[in-house]
């Protein structure tokens, strides 16, 4: 089955320490990216990758690492998070300019 | 800073009706246009997307884009309760080396039985 899992779906955790949540995709797709959404302001692209070892920021880059060191996965990570990290993340995936397919998203809390 | 408006809502119409979502976007260079779905608390969906001018139908959806305007909107005829959910447009600009989606803040639609 086609799809794109994200984990952990849930975590509270506190502020300041690392954390990484995965994201991989059985598709071969080229594109893969990270969106945050909060009330009020809709989904916001985080980072994106066009490739292997190739990534650039979104909108909203601050705070945030990835990674893309194999075409399946695109690891987030938080190295301090904080509380205003608090957040629905979504990882997306595509072929280049074709619609993408979303994660489950995951629901993080940072006291 | 390229910008996807959304009539904010929240919009109500009775079952059976036409439901009407509507985005602007702001980048005159965009190619691709997307309406997702999101059910609460779950992932986007996506329901249409459109790349020329016109009407698009795909059953009881029909999205519609005009580039001069910069507008696309989304109709739902037979509306269901089923259909209640936020309906997101998002806008590519096939621009290689750049970003691709932009999405709106999101139109929250409730279908009354």
């Known amino acids: 089955e086609a799809q794109v899992t994200q984990n952990p779906r849930y975590l509270i955790t506190v502020t300041g320490k690392k954390l990484t949540v995965t994201c991989s995709q059985n598709?071969?797709?080229?594109?893969m990216s990270w969106y945050r959404q909060d009330p009020g302001l809709g989904l916001r692209q985080i980072y994106y990758?066009?490739?292997?070892?190739?990534?650039d920021k979104g909108d909203v880059p601050e705070g945030y690492k990835v990674s893309r060191k194999e075409k399946r996965n695109f690891p987030l990570i938080l190295e301090s998070p904080s509380p205003n990290q608090t957040s629905l993340y979504f990882c997306?995936?595509?072929?280049?300019?074709?619609?993408?397919?979303f994660g489950d998203g995951t629901r993080l809390s940072i006291l | 800073q390229k910008e996807v408006e959304q009539n904010s809502g929240p919009l109500s119409v009775p079952e059976g009706a036409i439901a009407s979502l509507n985005c602007t976007y702001s980048?005159?260079?965009?190619?691709?246009f997307f309406w997702y779905r999101q059910y609460s608390g779950k992932s986007p969906e996506l329901i249409m997307f459109?790349?020329?001018?016109g009407d698009k139908e795909d059953g009881r959806f029909t999205a519609q884009l005009n580039k001069a305007s910069q507008y696309v909107s989304l109709l739902i005829r037979d509306s269901q309760p089923s259909d209640s959910a936020t309906y997101l447009c998002?806008?590519?600009?096939?621009?290689?080396?750049?970003?691709?989606?932009?999405f709106g803040s999101g139109t929250q639609l409730t279908v009354l039985p």
């Open positions: 980048d005159r260079g965009s190619q691709s």
């Open positions: 459109i790349y020329s001018n």
């Open positions: 997306a995936s595509s072929f280049m300019n074709q619609p993408q397919h």
């Open positions: 598709m071969n797709h080229e594109y």
């Open positions: 998002a806008v590519n600009d096939y621009s290689g080396s750049a970003r691709q989606l932009t």
């Open positions: 990758s066009m490739n292997v070892e190739v990534t």
